[in-house]
């Protein structure tokens, strides 16, 4: 009986290697419940590629998850997929930030349009800063994104907490597509709840008074944005929050003129001496994509040479571990989303 014992265990053992060594995508056992994937919980996740914050980049999301980066999180009764980035690892060669985030495979032009929503809680930003930066403890968590001409984005969707505050701001920005040289691109920052991105400290050390009005870490909301006839519609909801909308047309710009730039903008961009104007049909024609997860703002960079960009945030040299023990990384939660074709929009809710 030992003996016949002894040789279902090696079979059992045999295959279970086998399994496991051939890389499949079977699925763990945890506390009885079988483990769950990306996939599972946002089933877009095959319209998707995505890049994480230690340089992976992944084609295939079904059945695909990477410890401390992109996987599932259960606080008790909703499974949440996590996008988790620290404040320095191998991010895309145009960018000095490091993200965790999926990028849309279709591409589409504002004429075409395209939809993407999601509900979500950022859980974490970086603790370090200069408050002095715009970008300082902030991280994107959806975007519009050119994939041609000067690959400027026409939406960037923003949360930002200083340290020691319980409230924090979600604000939505506009990047101009720049007529001729790039090197005077900015962007215009819309407050949704909180603050815009141009409310920064006097000093790198001390923070402006806490929004009223703000969203807290862990605290949940939706956005939706809807491109239809090449018109961007936004609506950003949470509950015990005003609902707010907003449309900004992709095909004509505003900013075509010199007298046309904000004020906002004014004040913002110029010690970079930023001060360029939009092409007259603004993104008109452009192929675009959706981008959503977590983008992080902060990085290691010199808050001298660009005060609107570059933080000033700790590092630790490029080590993940320790920049994760120390608050030196960004983390959003997300158990909603959807991606597809642009459609009418309710002008009720406008």
């Not at 991280?139 to 400027?152: A, F, L, P, R, Y």
């Not at 092409?279 to 983008?295: H, L, M, P, T």
Request: proline residues 4%.
């Amino acid at each position: 009986m030992k003996k016949i014992f002894i040789t279902i265990f090696i079979f059992f053992a045999f295959f279970s290697c086998k399994d496991n060594a051939a890389g499949t995508s079977k699925k763990i056992e945890q506390k009885g419940e079988t483990a769950k994937y990306p996939s599972d919980v946002l089933p877009f996740m095959d319209e998707w590629t995505i890049l994480l914050g230690d340089g992976t980049h992944k084609q295939d999301l079904v059945n695909f998850e990477k410890k401390d980066f992109f996987y599932v999180e259960n606080n008790g009764k909703t499974d949440w997929v996590v996008y988790k980035t620290p404040n320095s690892g191998i991010t895309s060669k145009n960018s000095s930030n490091t993200r965790t985030e999926l990028g849309q495979k279709k591409h589409w032009t504002p004429e075409e349009g395209g939809k993407l929503t999601g509900t979500l809680k950022v859980q974490h930003v970086s603790t370090s800063g200069d408050a002095r930066v715009a970008a300082s403890y902030s991280v994107v968590v959806g975007q519009i994104h050119s994939d041609e001409g000067h690959k400027n984005e026409p939406l960037k969707i923003f949360y930002k907490k200083f340290p020691g505050h319980t409230k924090g701001s979600v604000f939505w920005n506009y990047e101009i597509n720049t007529k001729g040289d790039n090197s005077g691109r900015w962007g215009f920052s819309t407050a949704v709840w909180g603050y815009d991105i141009a409310v920064v400290g006097a000093t790198p050390t001390t923070f402006p008074k806490e929004p009223e009005d703000g969203i807290a870490l862990g605290e949940e909301f939706s956005y939706e944005v809807n491109v239809f006839d090449g018109i961007m519609h936004l609506s950003f909801s949470s509950e015990g929050h005003e609902t707010k909308t907003f449309t900004k047309n992709l095909l004509k710009s505003e900013y075509s003129r010199k007298t046309d730039m904000p004020e906002q903008v004014k004040i913002l961009y110029s010690a970079i001496g930023r001060d360029g104007v939009e092409r007259e049909n603004a993104y008109s024609g452009e192929i675009q994509f959706f981008k959503q997860g977590a983008y992080n703002q902060t990085n290691g960079k010199n808050p001298e040479d660009n005060i609107v960009w570059s933080t000033g945030s700790e590092t630790y040299d490029g080590d993940i571990a320790k920049q994760y023990k120390n608050g030196s990384y960004t983390e959003v939660w997300f158990k909603e989303a959807t991606v597809g074709p642009g459609v009418l929009p309710d002008k009720g809710n406008e």
